[in-house]
Antibody, heavy 119, light 111 residues
Framework: EVQLVESGGNLIQPGGSLRLSCVAS????????MHWVRQAPGKGLEWLSY????????YYADSVKGRFTISRDNAKNSLFLQLTSLRAEDTAVYYC????????????WGQGTLVTVSS | QSALTQPPSVSGAPGQRVTISCTGS?????????VHWYQQLPGKAPTLLIY???NRPSGVPERFSGSKSDASASLAISGLQAEDEADYYC???????????FGGGTKLTVL
């Protein structure tokens, strides 16, 4: 069974940093691309970042470029998102999701981890 | 402002058919890049509903169907059921933005 489990969400002050993790199981993680997507309270889905299976093609949404960093460790079946210079508008549930490629669909999503940016 | 435009809400009575539109542009749906649809039940993560315009993943009822024409796509739900009440999102790729794009989402209410 494919599973994606996010962790690392927390209450953090503006300007702070946080590292989110997503642990994959039930499939060969190293052969799939991955996305991070977030959803602010009561709002829609916002794509944040993409990383290919080889760890050498990365894209970011303009809203997080320069502040967030995506990475992966295929040996540990893990995906990461480093969040820095956090703002109140970054408050959201953060999801990791599996995909075949950048323009492909995301067929499995994690349950999400909540990041709250507030003083 | 989303690159893909969806109606904020639609509604229908049980048994009826409803459609949700997703309007894009020449840099995404019209490019043409595939459109995918997701269902998000209250308090849950999104799940894949339709992929590559008109394909249903295993386990998705035939009541759900997708179509695409030019720079727009549609999701149709026939034989509406109470359990279909959820938020629905379309997704594609935008070559001008070099990013994945989602529609703003449509809340389906079953009357």
């Amino acid at each position: 069974e494919v599973q994606l489990v996010e962790s690392g969400g927390n209450l953090i002050q503006p300007g702070g940093s946080l590292r989110l993790s997503c642990v994959a199981s039930g499939f060969t993680f190293s052969t799939y691309a991955m996305h991070w997507v977030r959803q602010a309270p009561g709002k829609g889905l916002e794509w944040l970042s993409y990383i290919n299976s080889y760890n050498n093609v990365i894209y970011y949404a303009d809203s997080v470029k320069g502040r967030f960093t995506i990475s992966r460790d295929n040996a540990k079946n893990s995906l990461f998102l480093q969040l820095t210079s956090l703002r109140a508008e970054d408050t959201a549930v953060y999801y990791c999701a599996r995909a075949a490629s950048l323009g492909s669909y995301t067929d499995y999503w994690g349950q999400g981890t909540l990041v709250t940016v507030s003083s | 402002q989303s690159a893909l435009t969806q109606p904020p809400s639609v509604s229908g009575a049980p048994g009826q058919r409803v459609t949700i539109s997703c309007t894009g542009s020449s840099s995404n749906i019209g490019a043409p890049y595939d459109v995918h649809w997701y269902q998000q039940l209250p308090g849950k993560a999104p799940t894949l509903l339709i992929y590559a315009n008109n394909n249903r993943p295993s386990g998705v009822p035939e009541r759900f169907s997708g179509s695409k024409s030019d720079a727009s796509a549609s999701l149709a739900i026939s034989g509406l059921q109470a359990e279909d009440e959820a938020d629905y999102y379309c997704q594609s790729y935008d070559s001008s933005l070099t990013s994945v794009v989602f529609g703003g989402g449509t809340k389906l209410t079953v009357l």
